[in-house]
């Protein structure tokens, strides 16, 4: 039972890790979305004889809001999935985080398949059970 909390504890500090370099990397989608806005205002006061049939800021706009939403919320429930681990409960939760953290790129591929091949493990299971 000891290395099993060993590697609870470092799970909780990789998923720590994980979850501020989430939240660091939405300053990506507000550098974005001010790129929009910059193109924008750009393009609203260039004088020419070619009206655009829209403000095409507006794309990088819309996609540094949505992409800034979602990677501050993924990053959220990342540090709460490493809060869980340090307390040792809400298996479901971590299980279902382990599998999104999956989509995430190299670094989310392999704490979600490692965290998957943990969790998995019925000495850890029974962890979870007592608490």
């Not at 300053?27 to 095409?56: D, H, R």
């Amino acid at each position: 039972m000891e290395s099993t909390s060993n590697n609870l504890n470092t799970f909780r500090i990789l998923y720590l890790v994980k979850g501020i370099l989430t939240l660091c990397f939405s300053i990506f989608f507000i550098l974005y979305g001010a790129m929009g806005f910059i193109f924008g205002a750009i393009a609203e006061n260039t004088e020419t004889n070619t009206e655009l049939p829209f403000n095409f800021g507006w794309i990088f706009v819309i996609i540094g809001g949505v992409g800034l939403f979602f990677c501050i919320t993924f990053g959220i429930l990342t540090l709460l999935a490493s809060k869980y681990f340090k307390q040792v409960k809400n298996y479901n939760f971590i299980f279902a985080i382990a599998i999104l953290n999956c989509l995430t790129g190299i670094l989310g591929i392999l704490l979600g398949v490692f965290t998957l091949v943990e969790l998995t493990k019925p000495e850890v299971k029974a962890l979870f059970n007592k608490n």
